[in-house]
């Protein structure tokens, strides 16, 4: 008996390494893809390929199909110099991830990286997943990841996207063909020529068959969106943009929640914007001190209610600013806020902020800085401590009670700002691609939105979590090996 445990173990690894894989080189990789089944695995060879499309290819939740590099960025996918056609195009198609590729976007205006379009036909439970889009710099319209069809369940992880003319461009400038219930975590997003991301407002949805139709909520949690300071021809823009959901009917009452994000400088415009449904805790905002942090107001749609707590925001011009009521309910408490103006416009219920200047930040927090290697917003010891407050009007947010670091803030909330600790920790200056530690993408591509976790993907964790299956599979075969002799 004990010799034979290890002989299924060899048996049980060695089939689930052969099933579904399927090998392609830069040759071979067109004549592959329209084969693909549920459960598949296509293994990209180290080299460039031109560009392909993801055309009615449908996995199912409990097998994905997965188009990889498996040495990470070691396949370059180039875009058309024409061009004829996006670099990635993905229609009528579920449950297939695409990961640890480098798209390549030449600079070639108009070919966007990752595009789903082709009008009503929908595209559902796709994952995005440790890519890597460069030169998507063509002009402002020029898109790193873009979606122009219905999509909901999109999972957009642990990307960088740098200087794109737009990072993200999700959903239709018409309010067309809505981007329903997505996670958008781990990223990082840094120099485009407008947003890193924008989410645009939605019409009355479509009916289409799965499409959700009781509450989504998109999560945004632990990315890093950064602007530069070069000119924005087609006009100024916010690093993230989210806007509003239809008055009525399915979509009305879904939401956007943002946490655990870094957004840093802005020169001209605001770090955020939002309308319709937001909720917004346990972020930094820092370095737009011409401008705001956050702008909250009706845009394309209307602002319908909107949860301001627990973020740290330093050097900004503004704190956090209401353009109008959000006739649903509002709430701004526990907020660290060092600007010359902390808070502004009709705010109905605010209480319980910590504000200060600038000026005075070094005595609150270990190290206020724009620099993200080196800020440093965990409080001093003993410091930015107030009341308890009250949290029970949040408490069916997502990681409500959860700071910064993903540290418990217990039963009553004390501590202003993004952090719970007094502990000195620098957010460092490590990208989404350093921070995989923090988001275990499953094979179903699936991620539990109430999780903990640690931040916005901006320093480097330990993978000791994890490592322990990678040991027993050792162990294991060490053993069958042993078994053979």
């Not at 018409?174 to 989410?199: A, H, S």
């Not at 006739?327 to 701004?332: E, K, S, T, W």
Request: aromatic share 8%.
């Amino acid at each position: 008996m004990n010799r034979g445990w290890p002989l299924f173990a060899v048996f049980f690894f060695a089939h689930a390494a052969r099933a579904g894989d399927v090998n392609a080189t830069p040759s071979t990789l067109g004549a592959v893809l329209p084969t693909l089944k549920p459960g598949d695995t296509v293994h990209l060879a180290a080299g460039h390929y031109n560009h392909f499309s993801v055309s009615n290819m449908n996995g199912t939740a409990q097998a994905w199909i997965t188009i990889t590099s498996d040495a990470p960025q070691a396949a370059v996918i180039d875009a058309d110099s024409g061009p004829c056609c996006n670099t990635i195009e993905i229609s009528g198609s579920s449950y297939v991830a695409i990961q640890n590729l480098l798209v390549d976007g030449h600079d070639v205006a108009g070919a966007f990286g990752v595009s789903a379009s082709n009008g009503a036909t929908p595209t559902h439970d796709i994952r995005i997943e440790n890519d890597v889009f460069v030169n998507h710099h063509g002009s402002q319209q020029h898109d790193a990841i873009s979606t122009k069809t219905p999509t909901w369940g999109w999972i957009i992880r642990n990307n960088t996207i740098t200087s794109a003319g737009t990072g993200l461009y999700l959903g239709n400038s018409t309010g067309d063909d809505p981007f329903i219930g997505g996670i958008i975590e781990g990223n990082r997003v840094e120099n485009p020529i407008g947003y890193c991301m924008e989410i645009k407002f939605q019409n009355p949805r479509p009916t289409i068959a799965g499409m959700p139709t009781t509450l989504a909520s998109t999560i945004i949690r632990r990315n890093v969106f950064i602007k530069n300071d070069d000119p924005s021809p087609d006009g100024d823009r916010p690093n993230v943009l989210v806007g509003g959901f239809p008055s009525a009917g399915a979509g009305s009452q879904d939401r956007y929640e943002i946490y655990g994000n870094v957004f840093l400088h802005n020169p001209r415009e605001s770090l955020f914007q939002g309308s319709g449904r937001v909720t917004i805790h346990d972020n930094v905002f820092a370095d737009a001190p011409a401008t705001r942090a956050m702008l909250l107001q009706d845009h394309d749609l209307p602002l319908e209610l909107a949860y301001v707590y627990d973020n740290t925001i330093y050097d900004v011009g503004t704190g956090i600013h209401f353009g109008n009521a959000a006739p649903q309910g509002d709430a701004v408490f526990g907020n660290l806020v060092f600007s010359p103006v902390p808070m502004s416009g009709p705010i109905q219920d605010m209480h319980d902020n910590m504000n200060d200047t600038v000026a005075n930040a070094a005595t609150y927090v270990h190290v206020p800085s724009d620099v993200l290697a080196q800020m440093d917003f965990h409080p001093l010891a003993g410091k930015c401590i107030g009341a308890a407050i009250d949290a029970s009007k949040v408490a069916a947010d997502t990681d409500y009670a959860s700071d910064f670091d993903g540290v418990s803030r217990g039963t009553s909330f004390t501590v202003r700002g993004a952090f719970v600790s007094d502990q000195a920790a620098p957010l460092g200056d490590g990208g989404a691609s350093s921070d995989a530690g923090l988001v275990d993408a499953g094979s179903d591509g699936g991620s539990t939105n109430g999780e903990g976790g640690g931040g916005c993907g901006c320093r480097t964790v330990p993978g000791a979590q994890r490592s322990w299956i990678g040991l027993v599979v050792l162990a294991l075969l060490a053993s069958a090996r042993r078994a053979f002799k």
